[in-house]
Antibody, heavy 119, light 109 residues
Framework: QVQLRQSGPDLKKPGASVKVSCQAS????????INWVRQAPGQGLEWMGW????????NYAQSLRGRLTLTTDASTGMAYMELRSLRFDDTAIYYC????????????WGQGTLVTVSS | EVVLIQSPATLSLSPGERATLSCRAS??????LAWYQQKPGQAPRLLIY???HRATGIPARFSGSRSGTDFSLTISSLEPEDFAVYYC???????????FGQGTKLEIK
């Protein structure tokens, strides 16, 4: 069965970087995209960016360009999200989600990774 | 920039009642609109894709529809497990760029 397993919670200081991993299994990694979505405490869902599982093409939300990098390792089915220059308002649960290209939706999600930015 | 506006922000209903949630796009969009359900402490779950197609395992009481730039999610008869937050989502550009509505909280009356 399709599974996306994310790395554990992390605590960072303002200005630091965080890297969250997402291990995909149960499907052909290169046939789907991976998107990253975050959710601040008590807030809604915010799309962060997309990476093509086949060729590594990316697109980022305008608000995060310059601080966000998405990468994959297709040989291991891993996706990574790195966010730099962390601010207090980057505190959120970060999700990876598999994108179905033909229907443009996210049909499987990781369990979420809480990243806390605190001094 | 496409904005998805969901209404109402909160909907208070009782089990067995019918729920209708709205998602309005700020401009003409494609038919690739999806709905997600999120329960406390859980990741979102895909309910509906392509406006009206139920995702795998989603009960028939969930349905979606479209009228122009207005999209609706209807739950025909609420079950206790349906009380959650619901989000609509649309891809708005290429390379892929997505947007979510702000969510509707469906709570027990």
């Amino acid at each position: 069965q399709v599974q996306l397993r994310q790395s554990g919670p992390d605590l960072k200081k303002p200005g630091a970087s965080v890297k969250v991993s997402c291990q995909a299994s149960g499907y052909t990694f290169t046939s789907y995209g991976i998107n990253w979505v975050r959710q601040a405490p008590g807030q809604g869902l915010e799309w962060m960016g997309w990476i093509n599982g086949y060729n590594g093409d990316t697109n980022y939300a305008q608000s995060l360009r310059g601080r966000l990098t998405l990468t994959t390792d297709a040989s291991t089915g891993m996706a990574y999200m790195e966010l730099r220059s962390l601010r207090f308002d980057d505190t959120a649960i970060y999700y990876c989600a598999r994108e179905v290209p033909a229907t443009q939706n996210f049909d499987h999600w990781g369990q979420g990774t809480l990243v806390t930015v605190s001094s | 920039e496409v904005v998805l506006i969901q209404s109402p922000a909160t909907l208070s209903l009782s089990p067995g009642e019918r729920a209708t949630l709205s998602c309005r796009a700020s401009q003409e969009v494609s038919s690739y609109l999806a709905w997600y359900q999120q329960k406390p402490g859980q990741a979102p779950r895909l309910l509906i894709y392509d406006v009206s197609h139920r995702a795998t395992g989603i009960p028939a009481r969930f349905s979606g529809s479209r009228s122009g730039t207005d999209f609706s999610l209807t739950i025909s008869s609420l079950e206790p497990e349906d009380f959650a937050v619901y989000y609509c989502q649309q891809r708005v550009d290429w390379p892929p760029e997505y947007t979510f509505g702000q969510g509707t909280k469906l709570e027990i009356k």
